[in-house]
C-alpha cells in the first residue's frame, strides 16, 4: 500500500525521536518516497546524517540553505506529499499546528499540506494529560489529523504513564490501513443521513430530538478524505463539513429526508444511517401559530414515519451497501442485530446509553459493530472523528 507513495515524515524534539530513523526505515522499506522535515531542536536528538542515509534525501530543516540561499518551499512539499506523519509530535509542536504558529520549516508545511496528516505524541505523562494538550489534540481532530494516540509505559522520565510514542511498525500498519481505505473508497459514492428531524406541530413548533449531527458528519468528512465522492443529508444542525466538496442536502422533516435519500439511492455505492429519524409526525400540522388562550389544551394526532433505512434496504442491489445505527438502553445485541435484519442492513454501529461518553451531542462515542452474521467488534471509547475512521475501515472489510 505505501509503494511510491510520497511521505513526508515530521520530527520534532523529544527522546522518540530516536525512533524516528526505524520509522524512516520502514517506509523506505514499504517502498515509500520519505522527505523528513525537522525541527531545529529535533536535531538536538538525532543527526540529519542519519536520516538523510536512511531516506536518501537531504533533511529539509530551515526555510534556506544557509550558504546558497536556496529557498526550501513548504507549499511544493505539501503538494508532493501523499501523507504527512509527524512522529514524535512535542507538546510544543501539537500546539504550534492547532493554533498555526508557523516558526518553522515543519509547522509551514504543516499548513501547507493537502494530504492526511498523522500524528504521533510523545511527552511525558502530566504535559500529555495538560488540558492545554488534550485541547490542541482535539483542535487537530477537528481539523481533520489522524491522532496516533500515544502508549503507556515507562517515560524517559522514568515515571510510567500515557506518553510513549508509538511504536514505528504501529505507525507503518496505520498509513497502511489507511491507504487501503482510500484505495477502496476513491471514486465511491457514499451517502450520509445525519442530525435529527423536525416534525411541525404548527410554523413555530416541532417535535425533534437532541441529536448533533456530528457522528454524521465525521463520517461524511472522513469518506471525502478518502476520496469518496460524498452527499451528507441533513436534518437541522449547527455544523458543516470541514472538508471541501461534501455535498449537503438539508431537509427538515422525515418525509423530506427520504425523498432526498431516494433520489440518492440508486447512484449510491456505500449509504450509512446516521440519522436519528423522528418515529411520528403531528397527522395535522397546523398553518397557523396554535393559540394558547384557547380553552383546550389540544391534542396532537400523530402518524408514523417512513423508515427511511428499511426503504433503502428493500431497494439495495447487489454491490451496494447499506449501514445503519443502533442506539440502545438494554437488550442491545439482540436489538440491534434485529434492526440489522429488519432494514436489511449489512452492519449497525450499536452505541449504548449505559456508556459514559456515548450518545447524542457528545465529541466521543462507544461503538460496536455488528456485520449480518451476528459478528461483533467493540470500539473502546474514542472520539467521533476516529469512529468514523473505524466504522468506515469496517465497511471495506464487509
Ligand atoms: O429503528 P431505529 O430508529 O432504532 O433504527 C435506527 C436506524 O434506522 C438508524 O440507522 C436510523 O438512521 C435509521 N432510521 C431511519 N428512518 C427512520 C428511523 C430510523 O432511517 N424512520
Redo the contacts with the bound molecule.
Keep these: 500500500m505505501l509503494e511510491g507513495k510520497h511521505i513526508i515524515l515530521g520530527i520534532t524534539g523529544g527522546i522518540a525521536a530516536y525512533k524516528s530513523a526505524m520509522l524512516a526505515r520502514l517506509l523506505i522499506k514499504a517502498g515509500a518516497e520519505v522527505q523528513v522535515v525537522m525541527t531545529p531542536s529535533a536535531k538536538e536528538f538525532i543527526t540529519p546524517v542519519t536520516l538523510s542515509a536512511l531516506t536518501g534525501k537531504p533533511v529539509v530543516s530551515e526555510f534556506f540553505t544557509a550558504n546558497t540561499g536556496e529557498w526550501h518551499s513548504h507549499v511544493d512539499l505539501g503538494l508532493w506529499a501523499d501523507a504527512m506523519v509527524i512522529a514524535p509530535a512535542t507538546a510544543c509542536t501539537i500546539g504550534k499546528m492547532a493554533s498555526g504558529v508557523a516558526d518553522n520549516m515543519l509547522v509551514t508545511t504543516y499548513l501547507s499540506a493537502k494530504a492526511p496528516v498523522f500524528v504521533a505524541p510523545a511527552m511525558d505523562l502530566d504535559m500529555m494529560a495538560h488540558p492545554s494538550t488534550v485541547r490542541n489534540l482535539a483542535t487537530l481532530r477537528s481539523y481533520g489529523n489522524h491522532i496516533i494516540e500515544a502508549a503507556s509505559g515507562e517515560l524517559a522520565s522514568h515515571l510510567t504513564g500515557k506518553g510513549r510514542m508509538q511504536e514505528p511498525e504501529v505507525i507503518v500498519a496505520e498509513l497502511e490501513r489507511f491507504f487501503a481505505s482510500t484505495s477502496q473508497l476513491a471514486g465511491k459514492k457514499v451517502l450520509v ?1 445525519a442530525g435529527p ?1 423536525y416534525e411541525k406541530i404548527d410554523p413555530v413548533r416541532f417535535i425533534g430530538n437532541y441529536s448533533s449531527g456530528k457522528m454524521g458528519y465525521a463520517i461524511a468528512d472522513e469518506a471525502a478524505r478518502r476520496g469518496a465522492e460524498v452527499t451528507i443529508v441533513s436534518g437541522p444542525v449547527s455544523i458543516k463539513p470541514t472538508v471541501p466538496g461534501v455535498r449537503v442536502v438539508n431537509v427538515e422533516s ?1 418525509r423530506q ?2 425523498a432526498a ?1 431516494e433520489e440518492a439511492f440508486s447512484q449510491t455505492d456505500i449509504a ?8 411520528y409526525a403531528p397527522a395535522n400540522p397546523a398553518d397557523r401559530k396554535i393559540k394558547r388562550e384557547k380553552e383546550d389544551v389540544p391534542v396532537i394526532n400523530l402518524v408514523k ?8 434496504g428493500a431497494r439495495k442491489q447487489p454491490g451496494q451497501s447499506l ?6 438502553t438494554d437488550n442491545e445485541h439482540a ?1 440491534a442485530l434485529d ?1 440489522l435484519r ?2 436489511n ?1 449489512d452492519m ?2 450499536l452505541n449504548s446509553l449505559r456508556d459514559a461518553g456515548a450518545g447524542f451531542g457528545t465529541d466521543t462515542n462507544v461503538i460496536t459493530l455488528i456485520d449480518a452474521t451476528g459478528a461483533e467488534t467493540r470500539l473502546p471509547l474514542m472520539p467521533k472523528t476516529e469512529a468514523a475512521a473505524c466504522i468506515l475501515d469496517a465497511i471495506n472489510n464487509l
Excluded: S, W
Design positions: 443521513t428531524t422525515a429526508m427520504l435519500c450509512i444511517m446516521c440519522a436519528a429519524v423522528a418515529d414515519n417512513p423508515d427511511i433505512a428499511a426503504t433503502l449501514v445503519g445505527f443502533a442506539l440502545e436489538n434492526k429488519r432494514k442492513l449497525i454501529a
